[in-house]
C-alpha cells in the first residue's frame, strides 16, 4: 500500500476485555515496530520485528502485551485484560532499511 | 539506555518569524537524529533527519544543527507560516533502522496568522 495502515482508529474496551490492534505496513518493508503515545508525549518503545521474527520487546510494559507478524507483513498487537494505564495511541511503523520509519496513524485505544 | 529532553513544550510565533526548537540527548553513542511532525489525529511525520557525521542539514526553510560535544540538536523553521502549526518530536537512537528510537516530549508549534 502506499502508507502503514492501522485499524481499527479508535477502540473502546471495558475494563478487563482483549483487544487486537492491526497493522498493516507498506509493501516489501522489513522493519516494524510499535510505538505506545500517552496523551501530550512522545511516542515509546514497544517492540521491533524484522521480517517474522520479533527482536527486540524491551518496551511492552507487561506480560498482558504481547504481538506477532507471523509471515513477516501484517501484524498484531493484543492486550489482554485491559486497564485504565493502557489507554493511549498505538502507534505502528515500518521502514525499508534506506528511508527511515514511515508511521501509521495510530489506533487511539481508550479503557474505561 | 538513552534520554531526550525537548525544550520549550510550546511555543508560539507570528507568521514570518523563525522557531527553534532543541534536543539535548545522553548516550554518546547515538548517531541519528530525526525531527517529526505530528498534526493532529494524525502519526508522526519525518521532516529532517541528521547523522552524526554532519554538523548541519538544510531543506528549503527548515534546518537541523547538531553539536555532538555538547549532545544537543536543534530544529530551525524560518519564515514561519501557520501551517507549520503541529507538535514537533525529536528522537535520537543508535540504528536507525535496527534499533528503537527515544523520542523527545514534544513542543506545540502555534504560528499566528
Known amino acids: 500500500g502506499a502508507g502503514v495502515s492501522q485499524s481499527p482508529r479508535y477502540k473502546v474496551a471495558k475494563r478487563g476485555q482483549d483487544v487486537a490492534l492491526r497493522c498493516d505496513p507498506i509493501s516489501g518493508h522489513v522493519s516494524l515496530f510499535w510505538y505506545q503515545q500517552a496523551l501530550g508525549q512522545g511516542p515509546e518503545f514497544l517492540t521491533y520485528f524484522q521480517n517474522e521474527a520479533q527482536l527486540d520487546k524491551s518496551g511492552l510494559p507487561s506480560d498482558r502485551f504481547f504481538a506477532e507478524r507471523p509471515e513477516g507483513s501484517v501484524s498484531t498487537l493484543k492486550i489482554q485484560r485491559t486497564q485504565q494505564e493502557d489507554s493511549a495511541v498505538y502507534l505502528c511503523?515500518?521502514?525499508?532499511?534506506?528511508?527511515?520509519?514511515?508511521f501509521g496513524s495510530g489506533t487511539r485505544l481508550t479503557v474505561v | 539506555g538513552e534520554n531526550v529532553e525537548q525544550h520549550p513544550s510550546t511555543l508560539s510565533v507570528q507568521e514570518g518569524d523563525s522557531a527553534v526548537i532543541k534536543c539535548t540527548y545522553s548516550d554518546s553513542a547515538s548517531n541519528y537524529f530525526p525531527w517529526y511532525k505530528q498534526e493532529l489525529g494524525k502519526g508522526p511525520q519525518l521532516i529532517i533527519d541528521i547523522r552524526s557525521n554532519v554538523g548541519e542539514k538544510k531543506d528549503q526553510r527548515i534546518a537541523v544543527t547538531l553539536n555532538k560535544t555538547a549532545k544537543h540538536f536543534s530544529l530551525h523553521i524560518t519564515e514561519t507560516q501557520p501551517e507549520d502549526s503541529a507538535v514537533y518530536f525529536c528522537a535520537a537512537t543508535t540504528n536507525y533502522n535496527f534499533n528503537k528510537f527515544y523520542f523527545g516530549s514534544g513542543t506545540k508549534l502555534n504560528v499566528k496568522p
Open positions: 511503523a515500518s521502514s525499508d532499511g534506506i528511508g527511515g520509519y514511515t
